[in-house]
């Protein structure tokens, strides 16, 4: 994405386009690997070094809050941002910490038809993605796949 595709976006929202808005969607969207917010403010700082850290905390709320980008929480309680809104699941790496996207669209027919099938009562499904915990192999150890 551009910057113009950022403000069309934000429009869209029905949000003003202000410069720690697109700051925010910037970095989210350049840091690939789901970026803790902490990451999203060193990221920000390197253009604009006067910017407020609860300027960026409030914007990524508000851009979640939108369904611009999405939250994620690992299992050590790490909360990290997403710019894909795209449906796809994650990879979530228990050695690392490190999350990677994982798309399949099979998975995803399957998970619509299980539910579609099998609906829950007084739930009403908005949205299903999964976070799949394992650990990434170390190439260099040759491990064995079973």
């Known amino acids: 994405m551009n910057l113009t595709d950022y403000k069309i976006k934000l429009k869209e ?4 386009v202000t410069p720690q808005r ?3 969607l910037e970095a989210v969207n350049a840091l690939h690997d789901h970026p803790t917010a902490d990451e ?8 604009y070094p006067n910017v407020a850290t609860g300027t960026v905390y409030k914007t990524l709320e508000t851009l979640v809050g939108k ?5 994620l929480k690992t299992d050590r ?4 941002y997403d710019g894909v809104t795209e449906l796809h699941h994650h ?19 399957i998970l619509k038809n ?5 609906k829950i009562k007084r739930f009403k499904i908005e949205e299903i993605n999964l976070q799949i915990t394992g650990r990434f192999k170390d190439k260099s150890k040759k491990e064995v796949e079973l």
């Open 40 to 47: 999203v403010i060193s990221f920000i700082r390197k253009m």
């Open 13 to 16: 929202q029905g949000l003003k």
């Open 22 to 24: 697109l700051a925010v």
């Open 91 to 109: 990879l979530y790496c228990k050695d690392s910490g490190q999350i990677k996207d994982y798309s399949d669209d099979e998975l995803n027919r």
């Open 114 to 118: 299980y539910f579609k099938k099998n």
């Open 77 to 80: 309680d790490i909360m990290r």
């Open 67 to 71: 369904g611009m980008i999405t939250r």
